[in-house]
């Protein structure tokens, strides 16, 4: 059965099943490492009240494995362990008090993970192992499937115990029910391998046992993948047969959708900056066309017009956005109230979120300084003070933002024409324009509580001192720092004068990565586009290898390749000096001591920066109080700026 209509309103109620959603946005599942021993903890409880109460129309939880033999890292929660319902009663009284819905999310990992837990054979349909695990999987039997099944529909009963009003089946980037669909984790000959139908056998079997399980009193969804973006994984045309299947079992209310594998091609599950808004719709879209369920559509939702957007075009009946939701709680209520100026974006930097979750740490965000921190207790401020920031740069908008939010009179003095320090100059680069948002947003946010911003001021202790402050958070960042090896060269640049315009690269240029993020590799980008034939270096294996954190490395790789972007690892800059035909840099391949003499007509670096430091150390002996953040403290990267501006401001 299909559908044609459009025009769907974010504010719209909506029947799923049994209930009814108050609106049309959704806080989908996702990884967050705050389970303890397997159970619920407060950090969950506050972190999901904080998006109920910020306007979300629907919730489903992270992963509830249910089975011991699934156990991918460490902070997941155990739904087959009894011991959780007493979390799961609080988190869904504390979400409910909000008039939102919660679901669980059921899954089993298969192949997609690790017996270093466990210490048991992991369980997949074939003896197929996963390209980032590569531990061979034990394929189960008949026996094993029967327990698997009994598995979801004990943990499904479990969780309407505990209050949810419904599961979700994840059968999407990270699956043991999506390697039964995919052809190529699926090699089996028995009735749940060959067709399609023989691949969907243990997907449709356990919806039904969950179905038996909870009842018609609760929502069982499912959530499909469109496009896993792996060779013989599972496409758009197969997700639309089985979305059909589901449908005519008349077991399921609602089908959520995923593109991308949480392993191989985790870069397409949660996509970086680089990746254009609403590059998954296409899978809603054809789903919903096949189907009457109604559909949830994700594909980095950031800003109210794209949610608005792909409801009313018919793409899909809800919108599933977490990032947005996890930078700013109250994403829902204010893209329903026309306040989409007072939103906190999310960047896509993915560097607290996915970059944090991949290191085992509890989720975070860059931009957001209180994600994953929802159930500290509220910093004690003093009475109201006078507040001087010098800098405005991210971590001096934070603190000035910050302290005016509780009260406290701020001026901010910013020496350039215009605020935003080195991420305004960061944001020129390609692929990277999303990060003027943070300062942005922080620039409107000041002005909104009153803080008095003056630009083009140098602060001095004669200027501070006609302000009379009675604090000075001093957020004055971090200069290049030039290298030894660099020498007296005419021929070196950072890539700070680079971004800037100060420096203008022409013909052949070195640039050395040596701090394997988005400074060396977004110049070589930005250089390669100009003309320029690039060469970019590195002492690590791997150019910019951090960006295999934040699950840019995949993209930029292909963008270097189609720009003929040279890249050389293993190699420290010698020394450069000048000559007529140009730069002599001698690289030593350090492993072997090998050295290597190249000619160029540029060399561009990225590396460690010093604080500005000089106001701050004017001001010690003073007798005024004075804070250091940000990169005036040590230079760093975003998330520190942020954080380390808030907690200065909160602790006044």
């Excluded at 980032?132 to 009963?157: N, Q, W």
Aim: charged share 20%; with cysteine.
């Amino acid at each position: 059965m299909t559908r044609t209509e459009t025009g769907a309103d974010p504010q719209a109620s909506l029947r799923l099943g049994p209930v009814t959603l108050r609106n049309r946005i959704v806080f989908p599942a996702h990884l967050t490492n705050f389970s303890v021993d397997g159970t619920v903890t407060d950090r969950h409880i506050a972190y999901y009240e904080a998006r109920a109460r910020g306007g979300a129309g629907m919730i489903v939880t992270e992963e509830h494995t249910v089975h011991p033999s699934d156990r991918p890292y460490e902070k997941l929660i155990r739904g087959w362990d009894p011991g959780v319902l007493a979390g799961y009663r609080r988190l869904t009284a504390a979400v409910h008090r909000h008039d939102t819905r919660i679901l669980a999310q059921l899954n089993h990992n298969g192949a997609q993970g690790s017996s270093m837990y466990t210490e048991r054979a992991l369980w997949a349909p074939s003896p197929e192992p996963d390209p980032l695990f590569r531990e061979v999987p034990h394929a189960v039997g008949e026996s094993d499937i029967a327990e698997l099944v009994a598995g979801y529909a004990d943990v499904a009963r479990r969780c309407v115990d505990g209050g949810f009003d419904g599961v979700e089946i994840q059968c999407s980037q990270a699956s043991v029910l999506r390697a039964f669909l995919a052809p190529a984790t699926n090699r089996r000959t028995d009735r749940y391998g060959g067709d399609l139908a023989g691949r969907a056998r243990l997907l449709l079997r356990v919806v039904a046992a969950v179905r038996q399980a909870v009842g018609r009193d609760h929502v069982v969804g499912v959530r499909l993948t469109g496009h896993d973006g792996t060779g013989g994984g599972v496409g758009i045309d197969d997700a639309v047969q089985v979305a059909r299947m589901l449908e005519a079992g008349g077991e399921v209310d609602y089908l959520n959708t995923s593109v991308g594998v949480a392993t191989e091609t985790l870069h397409l599950v949660e996509a970086p900056m680089s990746t254009p808004h609403g590059y998954s719709l296409f899978v809603p879209h054809a789903i919903r066309s096949a189907v009457s369920l109604p559909v949830v559509g994700v594909g980095r939702f950031t800003r109210p017009d794209q949610v608005k957007a792909a409801l009313a075009d018919g793409v899909c009946d809800l919108v599933g956005a977490v990032r947005a939701q996890i930078a700013d709680p109250g994403f829902a209520s204010k893209t329903l109230s026309g306040r989409a100026d007072e939103i906190r974006p999310c960047i896509g930097c993915n560097q607290e979120c996915i970059g944090r979750v991949g290191l085992g740490r509890p989720i975070g965000c860059a931009v957001n300084p209180h994600a994953g921190y929802e159930s500290g207790e509220p910093a004690h401020t003093d009475p109201k003070q006078r507040v001087v920031v010098v800098g405005a740069g991210p971590a001096g908008l934070q603190a000035a933002a910050t302290a005016a939010g509780q009260g406290h009179s701020v001026v901010v003095l910013e020496k350039l024409r215009c605020t935003g320090g080195q991420i305004r100059e960061a944001a020129t680069a390609p692929h990277r324009a999303e990060l003027l948002g943070v300062v942005t947003h922080l620039d409107a946010e000041c002005r909104r509580n009153g803080v008095d911003i003056r630009t083009g001021v140098t602060a001095d202790a004669t200027t501070l001192c006609a302000l009379r402050p009675d604090v000075v958070i001093v957020a004055t960042g971090a200069r290049p720092r030039r290298p030894i090896w660099a020498g007296s060269s005419a021929r070196v640049a950072d890539v700070r004068d680079v971004l800037a315009g100060r420096a203008t690269p022409a013909g052949s240029v070195l640039v050395v990565d040596d701090l394997g993020f988005h400074q060396a590799t977004s110049v070589a980008e930005l250089l390669a586009d100009r003309g320029c034939a690039v060469t970019i270096c590195t002492p690590g294996m791997i150019v910019g290898q951090d960006l295999g954190l934040t699950l840019e490395l995949d993209g930029w790789l292909r963008r270097a390749h189609g720009r003929r972007v040279e890249r050389l690892t293993d190699v420290a800059v010698d020394s450069v000096v000048d000559t007529p035909g140009g730069a002599e840099v001698v690289l030593v391949h350090h492993p072997t001591g090998d050295r290597r003499p190249i000619t160029v007509d540029t060399v561009v670096v990225a590396t460690h920066q010093d604080p500005v430091d000089e106001l701050w150390r004017e001001l010690s002996g003073s007798g005024t109080r004075v804070i250091r953040v940000g990169d005036a403290v040590t230079p760093r990267r975003l998330p520190a700026a942020i954080l380390e501006g808030d907690r200065a401001a909160a602790e006044l």
